[in-house]
């Protein structure tokens, strides 16, 4: 089953090719039925992994057994991120399909965004950490190209600076895996904790751990690495901005963080420590930028910042508690980050601009974006009943529960200033009336209605994910590989063999 995660994607960005001259509208079906199957195959997944708790799909790529052959492994926190990355990509296709149309080619769109796909749901079931790193290029590659799609002057400009700034990042990658392979003599994850289990703690490990952070936490826009993000994810298209801010760094930068971190190398109190320190100033500077910003893009961007921030810091906390709000708030914030940046695009299709003091009235003019934009700011601003408070709250109760009160005031004063400049920037574009704002020129395509509501219902229900049944299946099985650390990567070892 898991290799038909890269399989299918990867045959639609072919055939989307093959059929680049038919009908605009039989291109939009295939894209969609594609992107249908792929959160199916995701929940279908999920529930073999999640029952019985802590099951294994090992599939072997050939006669050869790993370490020396190549193998997918799909766990509790890899099915968990395949729901999360496929049915997000599900409702941006739909929304895809009414808003691309103002841009030619769109048959290349779909192709690189499958293309994209395909190389987050490689990262997500590679077992080898050197594959891990070619799907991660894969998806990277696509992503720089669909952030230029516009080719505007302000998309390519956006594009070479995440181009830039994702090579440096993929270049500490590959020294870092480089200098592992050299320490381990394998490349296969589970095999590579074997062999650190059984080796002294050396200053090697420690040089690649700040390789892998320095990389990894690029990939993820942690500050002091965030300087590309609110660029890229302010100037592609609406789509596109979705998938990266609400997916696309958390496959390639928090999972990778997670897989190497917790089940290779067994997390450190040092890194324990830099990643709440990592968490803390992501959480604080990601809030403060937000405020000055007069963009709605950039206001999203900052804001994803931020948020990333809460799963660093519940990250480096390390109890099961603070796992659960980490892993909760992953999933609030990838609905959440990518309704409000497909609202962005509805808002700039509609009245031409992104300049919040040009935005006026979107609640009376536009009723689905108003409310729903207001849905996505209630919860990632934390406020009940919706999920953004629950995954704050547990995050916050997990620091107090770790003996860290001060880290707990941090969660919450951030919160506040989150809804804080939430209030301030979206109170006028919502509700505002204004005589000289832009005016409300296009209608929104009914795709782009469609997928937007689709997000806002899994927005609306997400605390449901918290019910006991529910939890089970869906955020368990990826706490309990975060908890079991190493344990965990010699049972996958055993089901692999």
């Not at 399989?7 to 992107?35: Q, W």
């Not at 927005?459 to 079991?484: E, H, R, T, Y």
Request: proline fraction near 4%.
């Amino acid at each position: 089953m898991a290799p038909f995660f890269l399989i299918i994607p990867l045959a639609a960005a072919f055939i989307m090719t093959l059929i680049s001259r038919t009908d605009e509208r039989i291109r939009d079906v295939f894209a969609i039925l594609v992107a249908i199957s792929l959160p199916v195959l995701s929940i279908l997944t999920l529930m073999k992994v999640a029952i019985p708790a802590g099951s294994v799909l090992v599939h072997r790529m050939s006669g050869f057994m790993p370490p020396a052959g190549i193998a997918f492994v799909v766990d509790g926190l890899s099915a968990f991120m395949l729901v999360t990355v496929n049915s997000v990509a599900l409702f941006v296709i739909v929304y895809s399909s009414g808003y691309m149309k103002k841009y030619t080619d769109k048959w290349k769109f779909y192709a690189l965004f499958f293309m994209m796909i395909s190389g987050i749901n490689g990262v997500l079931i590679a077992s080898d950490i050197f594959n891990l790193y070619v799907f991660m290029e894969i998806a990277a590659i696509a992503a720089y190209f669909l952030v230029a799609f516009g080719t505007g002057a302000e998309e390519l400009e956006a594009s070479f600076k995440y181009a830039i700034m994702g090579t440096v990042a993929s270049a500490f990658i590959l020294l870092g895996i480089a200098f592992l392979y050299g320490y381990t003599s394998t490349l296969n994850m589970m095999d590579m904790a074997s062999v650190i289990s059984t080796l002294p703690q050396v200053r090697t490990i420690q040089f690649i751990s700040v390789l892998f952070l320095m990389g990894f936490g690029l990939k993820a826009a942690l500050v002091p690495f965030h300087a590309w993000l609110a660029y890229a994810h302010s100037s592609a298209p609406a789509p596109v901005s979705a998938m990266l801010s609400g997916v696309l760094i958390k496959a390639l930068g928090i999972y990778a963080i997670a897989r190497i971190f917790f089940s290779v190398f067994g997390m450190s109190a040092e890194i324990c420590q830099i990643l709440i320190a990592l968490g803390v100033l992501s959480m604080i500077v990601g809030a403060i930028l937000a405020f000055g910003q007069s963009d709605i893009k950039k206001i999203f961007a900052y804001s994803t910042v931020s948020q990333i921030g809460y799963i660093s810091l519940a990250l480096g906390v390390a109890t099961p508690l603070a796992f659960v709000g980490a892993i909760f708030h992953l999933f609030n914030h990838s609905a959440v980050k990518s309704l409000l940046f497909l609202n962005s695009g509805s808002i700039e299709h509609m009245t031409g601009t992104r300049e919040l003091s040009r935005i006026s009235g979107v609640v009376k003019n536009a009723p689905v974006t108003g409310y729903t934009t207001l849905l996505g700011a209630l919860s990632i601003s934390g406020v009940p009943p919706f999920g953004g408070f629950w995954s704050k709250l547990i995050i916050i109760f997990a620091c107090i529960q770790a003996g860290h009160p001060f880290l707990a005031l941090i969660a919450v004063l951030v919160s506040v200033m989150t809804l804080a400049y939430y209030f301030v920037s979206m109170t006028g574009v919502l509700f505002g009336v204004k005589a000289d704002a832009a005016g409300f020129v296009n209608k929104i395509h009914p795709a782009m209605k469609a997928g937007v509501i689709a997000m806002a219902l899994i927005v609306l229900f997400a605390p449901l994910a918290l019910l006991p049944d529910v939890k089970k299946i869906l955020i368990d099985g990826a706490v309990s590989v975060l908890v079991n650390g190493r344990a965990y990567a010699d049972m996958m070892l055993g089901a692999i063999k």
